[in-house]
């Protein structure tokens, strides 16, 4: 089966730093994907993880360890437009779909 | 334009009714899927295919059904609604396994 973990809300103070963990258990792996979802709205992607490190894009970075199973997603300076909720997917192999966590709702506050 | 499109944005229907949900898209992608999302639990595959004549069950099929009429046409039926498929719904498109794009989303609201 699988499984991936990420908080169910946190809240970040504007300009200030926050990290988004997800942890997965899939019986493979081909690849991890962070999405953004303003509420009503539809995700969109943020980055992608295949391999192990740190991948970084302007104020968001990713990042990957595949041996503990881990990512987490940063945002810096933080701003109110960041307050949405963040999905964590993985692909564990080959060309599968991707299966979805429950999503992390961020707010940022003044 | 949308590149993924989904109609109707707002359903509401009945129990016991049939309704169908419309995703085109203009993406030229070859894989599409369809997901649906409720508080607390995420996004949830329905069916998914990767080619016209391919189609597969999700995570979360019972009670649905989907047609791929075409490369860019991929639609989602309930035959008989009840209550508990009151959701968000996703239509989402695909190059192979790159990154998803995701349709606006039709509320259904089954009373």
């Known amino acids: 089966g699988q499984n991936i973990d990420q908080p169910t809300e946190m809240t970040a103070t504007e300009g200030a730093i926050v990290q988004i963990n997800c942890t997965y258990q899939t019986s493979g792996f081909n690849g991890l994907f962070w999405y953004q979802q303003h509420a009503g709205e539809a995700p969109t992607f943020l980055s992608y993880?295949?391999?192990?490190g740190l991948e970084e894009k302007g104020r968001f970075s990713s990042f990957l360890s595949r041996s503990k199973g881990y990512s987490y997603l940063l945002l810096k300076e933080l701003q109110m437009k960041d307050s949405a909720s963040y999905l964590c997917a993985v692909r564990d192999q080959g060309n599968t779909p991707l299966v979805f966590g429950k999503g992390t709702r961020l707010s940022v506050i003044a | 334009d949308a590149d993924v499109t989904q109609t109707p944005r707002n359903r509401i229907t009945k129990t016991g009714k049939r309704i169908m949900l419309e995703c085109s898209q203009t993406?030229?992608?070859?894989?599409m899927y369809w997901y649906r999302q409720d508080p607390g639990l995420g996004l949830r595959l329905i069916y998914y295919?990767?080619?016209?004549?391919?189609?597969n069950k999700g995570e979360i099929s019972d009670g649905y059904s989907v047609s791929r009429q075409a490369q860019a046409k991929f639609s989602l039926s309930l035959e008989s609604a009840i209550p508990n498929q009151t959701a968000l719904y996703f239509c989402?498109?695909?190059?192979?396994?790159?990154?998803?794009?995701f349709g606006s989303g039709t509320q259904l609201s089954v009373l």
């Open positions: 993880n295949v391999l192990d």
């Open positions: 989402a498109t695909s190059r192979g396994g790159e990154k998803l794009f």
């Open positions: 993406k030229g992608h070859d894989r």
């Open positions: 295919s990767f080619d016209v004549k391919d189609i």
